[in-house]
């Protein structure tokens, strides 16, 4: 309990400066920030908004509109002169080839973990404790990479790691109500898929049981958001942020995000998109950004026509992977309940999440793909994109024996491929389609197949991934994002900005089924 007192003394600390940065770099800087962006000064978009000022806000801006009168004015050079860029260290890091690739990932633990910062000038939320980037562009925590990230922690015996980044959350819930996207203040409309109660979990396996109960309040919190307007919802008006009310009452989720605008790091894409089609721009905006809270930025799961962005509907989508996750943050807390002494509220969580269950079941089991689909609220029916969000259900243990069979069989007749699994059957072009494959994905369909007792595909499919990225570390002396498991001769591809190197959640998903082997 110690520790816990330390960590909330942390959270009043730092509640202050969090208050200071609340505002974006787009709302602080308007029309320069506007300017830059749609100039591409930067090739990345996310450069400028990690940008650390140099002056104060209203010295920039009043310089700015008084300098840009002059026929001389350079805006690159007037960013260079006002903004530090941001640094990527791990950029920086030299490979000791000699090295296993063990070795190799211990070693950028140390690379890729940041320090408590009091610097509040820029656009980062200032965290509490230590914790782990992805790498590359990525300079700041993300939700759901760092759930990936912590099995490789675990691994390695990080565990105070794995405590400090779990504790670094629940500020966020503490402070902001729910956990971003990412600790900067241009991510604070939207979140990512809730791994809070996985985390919880995890570290529950390496402190005792008695950890979960510590963090009830943090998860009571994350529910509430993503539930929020939930008793509102009415047959007139079946949907509300991130809650739907289906044609029998039961209510699911969604992804969203509460600004229809374009997102701050990738300003000109979003912009350039929008006046190129012929669509509300809002609603673009909004939907470009929902798939964002999905983690899945981006991918034909969420294209109405399964091929171009610009029949985006994320928010039409009732999806597979997030409704199982809450599913698990519903049983969460029953346990945390219990071990609290809460025994009503114990018993009606777990009526909840047996209500999802079947919900689930009801709504995204599509008996004619024999898969788990995401559903189309709007149009009634199943998507048609198979994508291994379908193996949600089975890590989660929600799904029959019958139905993990059927996946099982699907699997292995079309997504398995030399490198690992395809994430989707399409090749679009957009990083969450094929011929990608994902860490995540990887270990929740390997460890989905297990509890199902597939062992062979599930091994089959971990020897293919370890062998992959072995194969570009050997290669290239790097980890990367994602990797080409079609073609293991190429690097993956695909999206807004090139392969990134690092990587986080890579690392984890590695060390962990190394371990598991």
């Known amino acids: 309990m110690i520790k816990r007192a330390n960590v909330i003394l942390l959270l009043w600390t730092l509640s202050f400066f969090t208050a200071y940065a609340q505002v974006g770099p787009e709302e602080k800087y308007g029309e320069l920030f506007e300017a830059v962006q749609l100039e591409g000064i930067f090739p990345d978009s996310k450069t400028f908004p990690d940008c650390l000022p ?7 801006m009043n310089r700015f509109r008084e300098y840009r009168q002059r026929d001389d ?35 950028l633990w140390p ?4 320090t408590p910062d009091d610097q509040v000038r820029g656009s980062l939320i200032t965290l509490p404790r230590p914790y782990i980037v992805p790498g590359g562009r990525f300079r700041e925590i993300y939700y759901w990479d760092s759930y990936f990230t912590m099995l490789g922690l675990q691994v390695s015996e990080e565990y105070d790691l794995i405590r400090n980044m779990v504790d670094n959350f629940s500020f966020l819930i503490n402070t902001q109500g729910f956990i971003p996207n ?48 939930a008793e509102d919802l009415t047959p007139a008006s079946p949907a509300y942020r991130r809650v739907v009310m289906l044609d029998d009452g039961v209510v699911l989720n969604r992804y969203y995000d509460d600004k229809p605008e374009p997102r701050p790091e990738s300003f000109k894409e979003d912009y350039e998109l ?18 964002c809270e999905s983690g899945w930025d981006f991918s034909s799961r969420w294209l109405r026509d399964g091929q171009n962005l610009a029949t985006i509907h994320t928010t039409e989508i009732i999806p597979v992977d997030l409704n199982s996750l809450l599913y698990h943050l519903e049983r969460m807390l029953a346990i945390a309940y219990g071990e609290s002494g809460q025994l009503e509220k114990q018993r009606e969580m777990n009526q909840q999440a047996v209500v999802r269950a079947e919900a689930l079941i009801r709504y995204c089991w599509s008996p004619e793909q024999k898969f788990f ?3 189309d609220f709007v149009v009634g029916q199943n998507t048609l994109r198979p994508s291994l969000a379908a193996v949600y259900p089975l890590y989660f243990n929600i799904a029959s024996q019958k139905q993990a069979k059927q996946v099982s069989r699907k699997l292995k007749r079309v997504f398995l491929r030399d490198g690992g699994l395809l994430t989707t059957l399409e090749n679009t072009g957009q990083q969450w389609d094929a011929p990608n494959g994902w860490a995540p994905l990887q270990w929740m369909t390997y460890r989905g197949l297990k509890n199902y007792d597939q062992d062979k595909l599930a091994e089959k499919i971990a020897e293919g991934w370890i062998e992959n990225n072995i194969r570009v570390y050997e290669n290239t002396g790097k980890m990367v994002e994602k990797y080409n498991v079609t073609d293991i001769t190429l690097e993956a591809g ?24």
Not at 54 to 60: D, K, L, P, Q
Not at 111 to 114: A, E
Not at 504 to 517: H, K, P, T
């Open 54 to 60: 140099i002056y104060t806000t209203e010295t920039i």
């Open 73 to 107: 004015f350079d805006l690159r050079r007037f960013v260079l002169e006002h903004f530090q860029l941001p640094k990527s260290p791990s950029v920086d890091f030299e490979t000791d080839t000699s090295n296993s690739i063990r070795e190799h990932i211990n070693a």
């Open 111 to 114: 690379v890729l973990t940041r």
């Open 182 to 229: 990412g600790n900067r203040t241009y991510y604070l409309s939207r979140s990512q898929p809730p791994f809070f109660s996985l985390m919880v979990r995890l570290l529950a396996e390496i402190e005792g049981d008695a950890v979960t109960a510590e963090y009830l309040q943090e998860m009571e919190k994350e529910y509430a958001f993503w539930m929020d307007g």
């Open 274 to 291: 929008a006046h190129a089609i012929e669509r509300d721009n809002e609603d673009l905006y909004l939907n470009l950004r929902a798939a």
């Open 373 to 375: 689909a995401d559903y």
């Open 494 to 517: 695909g999206g807004e900005y090139p392969v990134q190197d690092g990587f986080g959640w890579s690392n984890g998903v590695l060390l962990r089924l190394m371990a598991d082997e």
